[in-house]
């Protein structure tokens, strides 16, 4: 669950690192974010010299989070860390590649394109995006 | 529906149970229970822990290797359905498993081979040596014809254990 405030790496190459989580646009007081969720963030630590800068408000969706899911079939998944992709207002990746495995429910309709771009292997590791079925 | 094995004791998972931990290198951990889950946590080494069965077949207290375990290796290749197939599969999976226990009671049988006639020569020394806390020494001095007490019962055993002893 990722509150806001809750600090969620980005599994992209968008250029941020790191982002904080302010919202989850369309509902008033929405506290709960989980994954395949869109949120609002902001960039609070950015790769040098790239487009999104510190303190720039972007939108994302939730990829990993160490709570994890419960899926129907009774197995619990929980992930290593909290991430998120950057995404536009459209639902368009804004990086060209995902870090790390990413699980299925992610695969809403602002997410399907971003986990379904072919990513290049990330050092040497065979699948950096992996479908959880 | 797929039966997993518990990452850090080895043991079935089936659906409904368990977890399933995923690490940011796609490595994926399952766990039976949470008392796996927190031994992996801790970063305890599976191969060193008493109670989970890579231990106790690395450390022979249990069939280790055998063909019989050769049915369940994972197979990531989905089988064509083919009604024969599953027929004889499901027969030879009652018969193998019969097969893998009857291995395993020899194996148990082979490691506990020798334990009765140590444990009887264990209980025969400990009860000599320890008789001064059973019966008096003055008790014993009264009948000098006999090294133990004369309750029944232990006469009986120690009479039996030492002529078997000194038969073996």
Request: with cysteine; glycine share 4%.
């Amino acid at each position: 669950t990722i509150r806001p405030q809750t600090y969620s790496n980005v599994a992209d190459n968008s250029g941020a690192r790191e982002s904080m989580r302010i919202r989850v646009p369309g509902a008033s007081n929405r506290q709960y974010a989980s994954i395949g969720d869109m949120i609002v963030a902001v960039v609070r630590e950015a790769v040098p010299n790239m487009p999104p800068k510190g303190s720039e408000v972007v939108r994302a969706v939730i990829a990993r989070t160490r709570k994890g899911l419960n899926r129907d079939n009774g197995m619990a998944i929980r992930f290593d860390d909290n991430a998120a992709v950057a995404i536009d207002r459209e639902g368009n990746p804004k990086g060209t590649r995902v870090f790390g495995p990413v699980a299925r429910e992610s695969r809403e309709c602002h997410f399907a394109k971003t986990v379904s771009s072919a990513p290049e292997v990330l050092r040497g590791i065979r699948r950096n995006r992996m479908m959880l079925r | 529906m797929r039966l997993e094995k518990c990452w850090f004791c080895s043991s079935t998972i089936y659906p409904g149970h368990g977890m399933m931990y995923v690490r940011n290198d796609a490595k994926i951990f399952r766990f039976c229970r949470s008392k796996c889950h927190k031994n992996f946590k801790m970063k305890r080494n599976p191969r060193k822990v008493k109670w989970t069965k890579i231990y106790r077949k690395l450390h022979g207290k249990e069939l280790p290797q055998d063909t019989t375990f050769e049915l369940e290796r994972k197979r990531n290749r989905p089988e064509r359905y083919d009604r024969n197939v599953v027929e004889d599969t499901v027969k030879a999976m009652k018969k193998i498993s019969e097969t893998r226990e009857e291995r395993e009671a020899q194996t148990l049988a082979n490691r506990m081979r020798g334990k009765k006639t140590q444990q009887r020569r264990e209980d025969l020394a400990e009860l000599q040596q320890g008789i001064h806390l059973v019966k008096a020494p003055t008790a014993l001095l009264e009948e000098p014809s006999l090294t133990l007490p004369k309750e029944k019962m232990k006469v009986k055993v120690s009479v039996e254990q030492e002529s078997k002893a000194m038969e073996s």
